[in-house]
């Protein structure tokens, strides 16, 4: 079983940046990546990126491609979703999920542990 606890949500104007948290803790060794995805208001959940616990790379969703960076800190099992030009659509709740079995897994049933996701606003 792996917890993930989300940090870092709020409110920022379009074009600002935030960067979000992801704290992971039991039985980390066993999920292959961890991935974040984004739901909108009465849209379903969808992909945005994921990074392999092992080696570091990533992968992310087009829409987001140059302006998202995944990165993590393996000292505090925690990665990280820095977000850079904020558009209003990113306006969502961010969950962070651990799971996946291959390279380039973007399905929410890949992933089998989530966090309780966080709060991003952004203002026009």
């Known amino acids: 079983q792996v917890q993930l606890v989300e940090s870092g949500g709020g409110l920022v104007q379009a074009g600002g940046s935030l960067r979000l948290s992801c704290a992971a803790s039991?039985?980390?060794?066993?999920?292959?990546?961890l991935g974040w995805f984004r739901q909108a208001p009465g849209k379903e959940r969808e992909f945005v990126g994921a990074?392999?616990?092992?080696?570091?790379?990533?992968y992310y969703a087009d829409s987001v491609k140059g302006r998202f960076t995944i990165s993590r800190d393996n000292a505090k099992n925690t990665v990280y979703l820095q977000m850079n030009s904020l558009k209003p659509e990113g306006t969502a709740v961010y969950y962070c999920?651990?799971?996946?079995?291959?390279?380039?897994?973007?399905?929410?049933?890949?992933?089998?542990?989530w966090g309780q996701g966080s709060q991003v606003t952004v203002s026009s």
């Open positions: 990074i392999i616990w092992s080696g570091g790379s990533t």
């Open positions: 999920a651990a799971g996946g079995s291959a390279w380039g897994a973007r399905r929410t049933s890949d992933f089998g542990s």
């Open positions: 039991g039985r980390t060794y066993t999920r292959y990546a």
